[in-house]
């Protein structure tokens, strides 16, 4: 039990005192957590709103509501192969257990999805939308992301150990990912004989099912999401299978 509350605090203070780390130096601070969203939120709806424009009604919540979980799963994924080799140091001492890393670096880029929650609400009520009962499912939906993105977070930051090319393909694997999640369009826009390829993409549900209980305060799909919290759970422990085969030759690589 006090192992348990003793990793409970020590992640508290270093997701605390990460989060403060990114903006010491900087000049406008936390602000910037605030400014590369907007920013490329007003690229989007400037792109699809006007110059190419999509026909999609109230765009910009629209497409806030798909950004922030996005823009969560990347930050993440962006960072994760670094998070053993950067922190050698931590990952060497005998009472340490490195995946406290991964679960750091997940909860600190969740704070910014957190921040940005008001701003969401402010957004679309403004265009007079306003979330109702299906809010409840939030949390759920938190969680079963959580889960993807420490899986993916923990099977990156393990390999990139032994070979540095697994943060370059997930780099790669990311940015291709922007393209085939629903985002900045519609998933009902998906031509019908590619629909599986989304209903198999758990980011592709999340963000369907965030913008389903945020932009249409409607319930996600159950059958979808149901899919989603399963293929997580995998993928977590498929992350966890790899860590524990690897980390005793981990640390002779560190």
Not at 53 to 67: H, K, R, S
Not at 98 to 113: C, E, K, R, Y
Not at 163 to 171: L, W
């Amino acid at each position: 039990m006090k192992a348990i509350e003793y990793n409970v605090d020590l992640i508290r203070h270093l997701v605390w005192r990460d989060f403060l780390l990114r903006y010491k130096r900087s000049l406008l601070g936390v602000l910037w957590s605030l400014l590369l969203p907007l920013a490329q939120l007003a690229v989007l709806v400037l792109v699809f709103q006007k110059i190419v424009p999509l026909n999609i009604e109230d765009y910009p919540a629209f497409v806030f509501c798909g950004l922030l979980p996005w823009m969560w799963f990347s930050s993440c994924l962006g960072s994760a192969g670094y998070l053993f080799t950067y922190n050698r140091d931590l990952v060497r001492r005998p009472n340490f257990k490195p995946p406290i890393l991964v679960a750091v670096n997940t909860l600190s880029n969740s704070i910014h999805f957190l921040i940005f929650l008001p701003v969401l609400f402010l957004m679309l009520a403004f265009y007079g939308r306003h979330p109702a009962f299906p809010l409840v499912f939030l949390p759920l939906l938190f969680l079963i992301q959580s889960g993807l993105i420490f899986g993916l977070s923990l099977i990156t930051a393990t390999l990139n150990v032994f070979y540095e090319d697994a943060q370059y393909a997930m780099t790669v694997a990311v940015t291709l990912l922007f393209y085939l999640t629903p985002v900045w369009y519609p998933a009902e826009a998906v031509g019908e004989k590619y629909r599986l390829l989304y209903a198999v993409n758990p980011l592709s549900v999340l963000v369907q099912s965030y913008r389903a209980i945020f932009f249409q305060a409607a319930s996600p799909q159950w059958n979808l999401l149901l899919l989603a919290a399963i293929t997580s759970a995998m993928v977590l422990c498929l992350g966890c299978l790899i860590y524990r085969r690897l980390s005793s030759a981990m640390h002779d690589f560190l």
